[in-house]
């Protein structure tokens, strides 16, 4: 029998807490993403994860205590795969098991030869071709591409190609064409990037521009079958949160919601505890990340960790007996770090349930897969064939 009607996965994206033992081969010795925000802000907030047993993890923390009865169970994710990247991270948690990283072109852009290709079919010239923030390269560019029509293209730490496109001006429907001849152009093996993503802005001058909630990313589809598809086969709700849906180009998803922030996304999630389904809910929550890792920015980082954790309170307050919360990452980003890209990091796993009569910290686990693997062993689905991760249902009692 099932033991939990409903599961919530909830991903703080990029919420490492300490360096994976291989970090050194990604140049990530010595980060620590939690450890080195508590350690760089003066005030730090999160009583729900501390209740939680997040400390537990990572003991000698500042701001945030051990407890000797946590709610709910703790452990270590250790990543499996090759990469550090949100997909990869993702991709494992639901079964894969990822051997090639993905393609970045941080250092030096994107090859000429791309480049040519994409303003060819495109019809528009490209400017940019650099690693930058979104606001930066829009107060850099924008104005540019407003007046002549040119095109920004730019990527970041990660892999991804990014095209902007003004929504009065530019329009969306032209960004979205040309994201997507983007998508095919970057299937050669060569080019292949994680996600072409659509970034569309308002605003007419440097300073005005803003990003809107019509971003659209083209992901490449999971290399094979995940948790998803399993539930979504057997007839099981499968509702996605934030990005989650692009992450895994729609394969294996029911439903799903885009959020326009981190803490819109947490408001959705505990709205969603208010709908009778059955299944998992995925949530994704980005603002991490992208706002404040990438920037790094360990003072904004921890602010949006204080606003996630009095959402969290709010959640654990509206949960069921028949409810499982799993809490946890699918990389680093140390905002403390040298340079930009994300960190080789463990996560954190913290699940609850009401109706849970035990607690304590479990051992170390060796992939992010156990989240997948948990999650289709309560609602005895067979996790698709190739896929890893072994289930800790028995020990979450």
């Excluded at 940019?128 to 591409?145: P, R």
């Excluded at 992450?247 to 959705?268: C, L, N, P, R």
Aim: with cysteine; glycine share 10%.
């Amino acid at each position: 029998m099932e033991r939990f009607k409903r599961v919530f996965v909830i991903v703080i994206d990029s919420f490492g807490i300490g360096a994976m033992p291989n970090a050194g081969e990604y140049g990530d010795e010595g980060c620590d993403t939690l450890g080195h925000i508590d350690g760089s802000v003066e005030h730090f907030h999160v009583p729900n994860l501390e209740k939680m047993g997040l400390a537990n993890l990572h003991p000698g923390l500042r701001h945030i205590k051990e407890t000797r009865n946590p709610l709910g169970y703790q452990a270590r994710l250790f990543e499996a795969s090759v990469g550090k990247d949100t997909m990869t991270g993702h991709w494992e948690m639901m079964g894969l098991y990822i051997t090639k990283p993905f393609k970045t072109f941080t250092e030096h852009g994107f090859p000429q030869e791309l480049l040519d290709e994409l303003s060819k079919r495109t019809g528009h010239k490209i400017i940019g071709n650099k690693s930058a923030s979104g606001t930066e390269i829009l107060d850099e560019l924008a104005e540019q591409e407003i007046a002549t029509g040119d095109m920004i293209v730019y990527t970041s730490a990660d892999s991804v190609l990014q095209i902007c496109g003004n929504e009065e001006t530019f329009g969306l429907d032209e960004l979205y064409r040309c994201c997507e001849i983007a998508r095919e152009l970057t299937m050669k093996d060569e080019w292949k990037v994680g996600r072409v993503i659509a970034r569309p802005y308002i605003g007419r001058k440097k300073g005005e521009f803003k990003r809107t909630a019509n971003r659209h990313d083209y992901a490449l589809k999971p290399y094979g079958r995940t948790c998803l598809d399993g539930l979504k086969t057997q007839g099981l709700d499968v509702i996605s949160v934030g990005k989650i849906r692009d992450i895994f180009d729609g394969e294996g998803i029911t439903e799903a919601y885009k959020s326009v922030s981190s803490v819109h996304g947490m408001e959705q999630t505990i709205e969603l505890q208010n709908k009778d389904f059955h299944g998992l809910c995925f949530t994704n929550l980005v603002d991490f990340d992208a706002l404040w890792g990438h920037r790094r920015n360990p003072e904004g980082y921890g602010q949006e960790l204080e606003r996630f954790d009095e959402k969290l309170g709010q959640f654990l307050e509206n949960m069921r007996e028949d409810d499982l919360v799993m809490i946890t990452a699918d990389h680093g980003n140390d905002p403390t770090f040298k340079g930009t890209d994300h960190t080789k990091e463990m996560v954190p796993l913290l699940a609850y349930s009401p109706s849970m009569k035990g607690f304590g910290r479990l051992k170390d686990q060796d992939s992010f897969a156990v989240v997948g693997a948990t999650v289709a062993d309560n609602f005895q689905v067979k996790m698709p064939e190739g896929t890893i991760g072994s289930s800790l249902l028995k020990e979450i009692k």
